[in-house]
């Protein structure tokens, strides 16, 4: 009786110590986790909604364009330019040398049909919208803080870093196109 | 007699219990202040005073404020045109928003002056900082609520700042807006935050006094008060000045209010907000445009994109004054005993300013090249010139006490006569 409790004991205080430690640090983790996951409804409720979600696709009429016309459309908030290009934008923004451009990307890639240029009319510095047939290349200028796009789009000058972004798009028939 | 000894006796019932008239009388009665605080002093409780005006007037203005993008315009117009007396409490607000910009400013280039940033004070400055980067993130959500062009656009190119962070910013500035682009979701938490954070404003002011409290005011010498004889009770010394400087400051801001209230905003304002048309020259208001000046001076930087740049410099243009108590490397406090240090002072305010007319111009010609001539100097008065100076400079020596400084200032001549003829 007198001998087991010292071994016991010994062992009790040993184990005792790390099965309060391994207590300790489990309490801790499954406390994290639960804060993490409560506070997380707090943070994620501040994304896009389901009705903004919803809201992700607009068609645009085509036949009301003219040859060298640019017009804007609110996509999501934002304006998208769907521009008809002329055969000289077409020829120009398709010859431009576009390796040696800030943010390097051929003509081809930017369009699904060569007369139609659809961007996000949204300037990739600070997020003004751009005007049309302006700047030093004739494509778009933003007045913000003076950055110069050309007939594809694509930054050719100024403090931007990106070229306009093309958004995701479909053309449903000869005349219509779906954004989004 | 009777009616005193009692209420006496309530107060005293109460403060056994809370002592919140003990605490009163301590900060306010029996605080010793340095006596010889000048003008540049009464800035602090300025701010302090305007955060009141600013918290009453936004509290009536939320009453009659809608935050949706469909009327939040025209209830602002309603409120300048329909509600009784709204036009007074909408540009007390907004000039008294820009009135907080230029008390705060000079308390914390008085701070500089001074050395009032200096050890032991140093989480006093830090506290002050908090509540900068409060006032500006509070005064930006709130220029959105009219919902007139600038507020949208101002909204777009600050919240499109968060995209230059690399891999998550898009992320965030979708995560920010609540959609693809400023919207309805954005004005309505901007709403939300620009009422709350003046409150977590004020929580800050009480760490901040709380700080100040526990070694008292610097003073115009630097030097540490030595006794009674450097101080004089804060009331009704400085309950009074405090007071004068009030109604000064009033003066002033009455004036902007009914005869120039719009002087310091845009007319663009004043156009409902249209995301499809950006105006042709975005500003931010006056308080912002040293930093708006930083963040458009610079180019890329190696591999760094200007935009990036641009964030990292104007952020890191604020963040570097919470380091400048060990930057300075001098042990003396006030400017009056730093000759060197007292040129490179007014040129860092001259240098602000430069910053400030440049971030109001395009960016183009010599205003950019002025504008990033003015950045790097900046940086080099805080990088180099603070460790640099405090080691280099003959300094001038310091009065043996605050009250021996004022002697000699009040009464020069009679001072060294007296002298003279002992």
């Known amino acids: ?180 | 007699m009777s009616n005193s000894s009692m209420g006496k006796k309530v107060v005293q019932w109460f403060d056994y219990r809370l002592p919140i008239f003990t605490f009163m009388h301590h900060s306010l009665v029996d605080y010793q202040t340095p006596k010889n605080l000048n003008y540049w002093w009464n800035f602090g409780s300025l701010a302090g005073i305007v955060l009141v005006i600013q918290i009453i007037t936004g509290i009536v203005l939320a009453m009659h404020y809608t935050p949706h993008v469909d009327h939040a315009f025209d209830s602002v117009e309603s409120i300048m045109r329909d509600v009784n007396y709204g036009w007074l409490i909408r540009y007390l607000h907004a000039n008294g928003g820009s009135a907080f910009f230029v008390v705060v400013y000079i308390h914390i280039f008085r701070g500089l002056y001074f050395g009032s940033y200096k050890s032991p004070r140093e989480v006093v400055w830090w506290m002050g900082l908090i509540i900068l980067l409060l006032m500006m993130a509070t005064a930006f959500m709130g220029y959105v609520l009219p919902w007139g062009q600038m507020s949208f656009w101002a909204a777009t190119v600050i919240t499109n700042i968060f995209s230059a962070i690399p891999l998550v910013g898009e992320t965030i500035t979708t995560w920010l807006w609540g959609g693809f682009a400023v919207g309805n979701p954005t004005l309505n938490r901007f709403f939300s935050l620009h009422y709350l954070l003046p409150f977590v404003v004020v929580g800050v002011v009480f760490l901040h006094l709380w700080a100040l409290h526990r070694f008292g005011s610097n003073n115009p010498t630097g030097i540490d008060t030595k006794g009674p004889k450097d101080t004089v009770p804060f009331h009704p010394y400085y309950t009074i000045k405090d007071l004068f400087g009030l109604s000064v400051f009033l003066i002033v801001l009455l004036a902007f209010v009914f005869y120039a209230p719009n002087y310091l905003g845009h007319p663009d304002n004043y156009v409902k907000a249209n995301p499809l048309v950006t105006p042709a020259h975005i500003v931010p208001e006056w308080y912002f445009l040293p930093f708006y000046a930083i963040l458009r001076a610079v180019p890329d930087i190696w591999f760094v994109e200007a935009k990036l740049a641009g964030v990292i410099a104007m952020f890191t243009s604020i963040l570097i004054l919470f380091v400048l108590p060990w930057l300075d490397s001098s042990p003396i406090r006030s400017a009056r005993y730093r000759p060197w240090y007292k040129q490179i002072f007014w040129f860092l305010v001259i240098d602000v300013i430069v910053l400030g007319i440049s971030g109001a111009k395009p960016p183009e010609g010599v205003w950019l090249i002025l504008g990033r001539v003015a950045t790097v100097y900046y940086f080099i008065h805080f990088l180099i010139l603070m460790p640099l100076i405090g080691r280099l400079e003959p300094t001038k020596p310091l009065p043996g006490s605050i009250d021996e400084s004022v002697r000699q200032e009040s009464g020069t001549q009679t001072s060294e006569t007296t002298r003279k003829h002992s």
């Open chain 1, 1 to 180: 009786m007198a001998k087991t409790p010292a071994p016991s004991a010994t062992n009790l205080a040993h184990g005792g110590e790390t099965r309060r430690d391994f207590l300790y640090l489990a309490t801790g983790v499954v406390g994290a986790v639960g804060v993490a996951a409560s506070v997380w409804p707090f943070i994620h409720q501040m994304n896009p909604s389901a009705s903004v979600l919803a809201l992700a696709s607009t068609d645009v009429d085509l036949s009301r364009i003219e040859e060298g016309q640019s017009i804007t459309v609110l996509w999501r908030g934002k304006p998208v330019f769907v521009r008809h290009r002329t055969p000289s934008e077409i020829t120009e923004a398709e010859d431009a040398d576009f390796n040696s451009l800030p943010d390097p990307q051929s003509d081809m890639e930017r369009v699904k049909r060569r007369e139609w240029l659809i961007l996000v009319g949204v300037c990739t510095h600070l997020g003004c919208v751009p005007l049309s047939h302006r700047g030093d290349y004739q494509g778009w200028f933003c007045p913000c803080h003076g950055s110069h796009y050309d007939t594809s789009g694509r930054i050719r000058k100024g403090p931007a870093p990106a070229n306009l972004a093309v958004p995701e798009y479909v053309f449903l028939d000869e005349t219509t196109v779906r954004i989004g």
